[in-house]
């Protein structure tokens, strides 16, 4: 299998041309330990150099039109397709995941969101024509135009150098904007593979900029972008926004989650638990929608639990460099695993009993073993505090009203999901679950449903992605009234006169005071 640079590159050229004095961040396997590259930490001056070099590009991109820029993002989605090995194998070195976790989930999302943005963008972004009620613009022309933003900024996560970095970018692009991209500094390798794509793709120079580097490296970012999407923790989300208020940046923010798995008593229990050790163990668990809590009505409890442990104790675990060799990879974010450890130490402390894994594995690699907690409640912080890796909770309830209580019960609202062989009893309950996205017998697949939204409620966001709204977020709205044929003066302009204005109430209260009773 094809793989990355396996040793450190000490060059303080940015592969974007800046040229930068500060230090390099070692970029580490999290499944080996070994260091297989350094990047640039950009400082404000490097930042402030990226932003005008891409306000620079932006209107020659913008002028390409929806067809001009479709055409390139789909050359991005075959190029990807073609060198799928080459781009899985940068993401599984640099984040220790499995091969399928990489090729089926990363790989798979960015080349359908190619394919859609450049479909759907003109259909978004298209002139709309406005009717008003009001009779003081009848006969005059309403429209809504979409204009791209100019300059957008994107700080991605650690979990998912693809679909949750560069992904918030493909619609960014499609609209007509420059991106600066600002990778996590633990996974920063994926997104300059993707900036030699789109240079090989036909992108302008200077569209599509990865500005590598640590937090400082992302609060610049955020004073010269015309929008921001974060995509982190709730606590870094906080500071984000605070941040760009000083400068009065729209922010777009997908931050924490702890999401609920409500399992009935007349659920498939097969299914039920196939998924929940898939949903919350796939990628190592460090999903923002995964099932980190699971509610199980009393009656059939024990015999999902048995199933669940069964399932659980077969994965596989360890390093991944071919398709098969792995279920369960690496803990990508080196602090994680002792976030994780500390957890399950707190639960086992207040009364939880583990019935499968439980353990860290340190060494050559970072690992935490596929793990079923029982005999939890929210005393505990496995069940109220995101975990963030393979860790699968299981507390008894005597009843679907008190899953649905103990589900609301968290300041977090990312996504659910509910369980059940009634489709409209599982509808039911999933509109009184306080969630961005609830699933009924599925989890995490809305994720994949472009034609939907996807955000948060809560403490788990602002704003969302996908959809309608997930393209407008990164486009100004103006509002065209267009007046063709009209007398000299209107009836409400000066002067005013008693008689008029008389006039013009009796018209007022006609038309607004019959108001149903």
């Given at each position: 299998?094809p793989?990355?640079?396996?040793?450190?590159?000490?060059d303080?050229r940015?592969p974007?041309?800046?040229?930068?004095?500060?230090?390099?961040?070692?970029v580490e396997?999290?499944?080996?330990?070994?260091?297989?590259?350094t990047v640039?930490?950009?400082g404000?001056?490097?930042?402030?150099?990226?932003a005008?070099?891409?306000?620079?590009a932006?209107?020659?991109?913008?002028?390409?039109?929806?067809?001009?820029r479709?055409?390139?993002?789909?050359?991005c989605?075959?190029w990807i397709?073609d060198?799928?090995?080459?781009?899985?194998?940068?993401?599984?070195?640099?984040t220790?995941?499995?091969?399928?976790?990489?090729?089926?989930?990363?790989?798979g999302?960015?080349a359908g969101?190619?394919?859609y943005?450049a479909?759907?963008?003109?259909?978004?972004?298209?002139?709309?024509?406005?009717?008003?009620?009001?009779?003081?613009?009848?006969?005059?022309?309403l429209?809504?135009?979409?204009?791209p933003?100019g300059?957008v900024?994107?700080?991605?996560?650690?979990n998912?150098?693809?679909?949750?970095?560069?992904?918030?970018?493909?619609?960014?692009?499609?609209?007509?904007?420059?991106?600066?991209?600002?990778?996590?500094?633990?996974?920063?390798?994926?997104?300059l593979?993707?900036?030699?794509?789109?240079r090989?793709c036909?992108?302008?120079?200077?569209?599509?900029q990865?500005?590598t580097?640590?937090?400082?490296?992302?609060a610049a970012?955020?004073?010269?972008?015309?929008?921001l999407?974060?995509?982190?923790?709730t606590?870094?989300?906080?500071k984000?926004m605070a941040?760009a208020?000083?400068t009065?940046?729209?922010?777009?923010?997908e931050?924490?989650?702890?999401?609920?798995?409500?399992?009935?008593?007349?659920?498939?229990?097969?299914?039920a638990?196939?998924?929940?050790?898939?949903?919350?163990?796939?990628?190592?668990?460090?999903?923002?929608?995964s099932?980190e809590?699971?509610?199980?009505?009393?009656?059939?409890h024990d015999?999902?639990?048995?199933?669940?442990a069964?399932?659980v104790?077969?994965?596989r675990q360890?390093?991944?460099?071919?398709?098969?060799?792995?279920?369960?990879g690496?803990?990508?974010?080196?602090?994680?695993?002792?976030?994780?450890e500390?957890?399950?130490r707190?639960a086992v402390?207040?009364?939880?009993?583990?019935v499968?894994?439980?353990h860290?594995?340190?060494?050559r690699?970072?690992?935490?073993?596929?793990?079923?907690?029982?005999?939890?409640?929210?005393s505990?912080k496995?069940?109220?505090?995101?975990?963030?890796g393979?860790?699968?909770?299981?507390?008894?309830?005597?009843?679907?009203d008190q899953?649905?209580?103990?589900?609301?019960?968290?300041?977090?609202?990312?996504?659910?999901?509910?369980?059940?062989?009634d489709?409209a009893?599982?509808e039911?309950?999933?509109?009184?679950?306080?969630?961005?996205a609830?699933?009924?017998?599925?989890?995490?697949l809305?994720y994949?449903?472009l034609?939907v939204?996807?955000?948060?409620?809560?403490?788990?966001?602002?704003?969302?992605?996908?959809?309608?709204g997930?393209i407008?977020k990164?486009?100004?709205?103006q509002t065209?009234?267009?007046t063709?044929?009209a007398?000299?003066?209107d009836?409400?302009?000066?002067p005013?006169?008693?008689?008029?204005t008389?006039?013009?109430?009796r018209?007022?209260?006609?038309?607004y005071?019959?108001g149903r009773?």
């Amino acid at each position: 299998m094809p793989t990355i640079d396996e040793g450190p590159r000490p060059d303080h050229r940015h592969p974007q041309g800046i040229t930068t004095d500060y230090r390099e961040i070692p970029v580490e396997n999290p499944a080996t330990g070994e260091v297989i590259r350094t990047v640039p930490n950009l400082g404000a001056d490097e930042v402030a150099e990226l932003a005008r070099n891409g306000r620079a590009a932006q209107p020659g991109w913008a002028a390409l039109g929806f067809d001009g820029r479709a055409r390139v993002l789909r050359r991005c989605q075959k190029w990807i397709l073609d060198h799928r090995v080459e781009v899985a194998a940068t993401v599984v070195a640099e984040t220790g995941k499995t091969w399928e976790d990489a090729v089926v989930t990363e790989l798979g999302y960015t080349a359908g969101a190619f394919g859609y943005w450049a479909k759907h963008a003109p259909g978004y972004l298209a002139d709309e024509r406005v009717r008003s009620s009001n009779p003081f613009v009848l006969g005059k022309r309403l429209v809504v135009r979409y204009k791209p933003l100019g300059l957008v900024g994107v700080i991605g996560p650690w979990n998912f150098p693809l679909i949750n970095s560069f992904g918030d970018c493909i619609p960014a692009l499609a609209a007509g904007n420059s991106v600066i991209l600002k990778p996590s500094e633990i996974t920063p390798l994926t997104s300059l593979v993707m900036a030699d794509m789109l240079r090989k793709c036909g992108a302008p120079e200077h569209v599509y900029q990865v500005a590598t580097g640590d937090g400082e490296t992302g609060a610049a970012l955020t004073d010269v972008v015309d929008y921001l999407m974060f995509t982190g923790s709730t606590a870094t989300g906080r500071k984000v926004m605070a941040r760009a208020a000083q400068t009065l940046t729209a922010v777009g923010l997908e931050l924490g989650g702890k999401d609920p798995m409500i399992v009935l008593r007349d659920a498939d229990l097969d299914r039920a638990a196939n998924a929940a050790t898939y949903y919350a163990l796939n990628n190592a668990g460090q999903v923002c929608i995964s099932i980190e809590r699971v509610y199980v009505e009393a009656p059939v409890h024990d015999a999902f639990v048995a199933k669940v442990a069964e399932r659980v104790g077969r994965l596989r675990q360890g390093r991944s460099t071919r398709p098969g060799e792995a279920d369960v990879g690496a803990i990508i974010f080196p602090p994680q695993l002792d976030l994780i450890e500390e957890h399950v130490r707190d639960a086992v402390a207040k009364g939880a009993r583990v019935v499968a894994g439980g353990h860290a594995r340190r060494g050559r690699g970072r690992y935490f073993e596929p793990t079923v907690l029982v005999d939890v409640d929210h005393s505990m912080k496995v069940m109220t505090e995101e975990t963030f890796g393979p860790t699968l909770p299981i507390m008894k309830v005597a009843d679907a009203d008190q899953a649905v209580r103990l589900a609301n019960d968290s300041p977090y609202g990312l996504s659910a999901s509910v369980w059940t062989r009634d489709a409209a009893r599982g509808e039911a309950l999933a509109r009184r679950i306080e969630a961005g996205a609830v699933c009924v017998n599925d989890a995490q697949l809305n994720y994949f449903a472009l034609e939907v939204p996807m955000g948060g409620w809560k403490a788990s966001g602002l704003g969302s992605r996908h959809a309608a709204g997930g393209i407008r977020k990164y486009c100004a709205q103006q509002t065209i009234l267009t007046t063709r044929l009209a007398p000299k003066k209107d009836v409400h302009m000066f002067p005013y006169r008693p008689r008029v204005t008389g006039l013009l109430v009796r018209g007022i209260r006609l038309l607004y005071g019959r108001g149903r009773r």
